[in-house]
């Protein structure tokens, strides 16, 4: 049955991921792709904070699978950041390219921290 968790949280994640995309990319005119910087940094927050939860006790191994593999499995997406990645710097924006590198590891990193920071500011 576990397996079913994984589904349905992807079923959320999807979508989620391709219309915060749209929504965020929309209103940026730019070529640096902000719609998946945001997306993956949002994933990577919310990631810590279950990690976290689940550490404390405050959260399931059935939640994890539902939000932790399914719903951020299915929301972040290293695919779509290391091919625009590759894009920006063939295209000659290597500026962006190096910055989209560094910055979604380092924001992704960060966020992951702050969400475990956070979940065990609760529930310690």
């Not at 997406?77 to 000659?92: C, I, M, N, P």
Request: aromatic share 10%; charged share 10%; proline share 2%.
């Amino acid at each position: 049955m576990n397996w079913l968790l994984v589904v349905v949280g992807g079923m959320v994640g999807a979508p989620l991921r391709y219309l915060t995309d749209r929504a965020v990319q929309k209103r940026h005119d730019t070529v640096f792709p902000w719609g998946t910087f945001t997306v993956n940094v949002a994933g990577c927050l919310i990631l810590g904070l279950l990690t976290g939860a689940v550490l404390a006790g405050a959260a399931s191994s059935d939640v994890q699978l539902l939000l932790g593999t399914g719903l951020c499995g299915a929301l972040t997406t290293y695919s779509t950041f290391s091919y625009e990645t590759l894009r920006l710097a063939e295209d000659g924006a290597r500026f962006f390219a190096v910055a989209n590198a560094v910055a979604s590891v380092v924001a992704g990193l960060g966020a992951a921290f702050v969400g475990a920071a956070f979940a065990d500011a609760l529930w310690a």
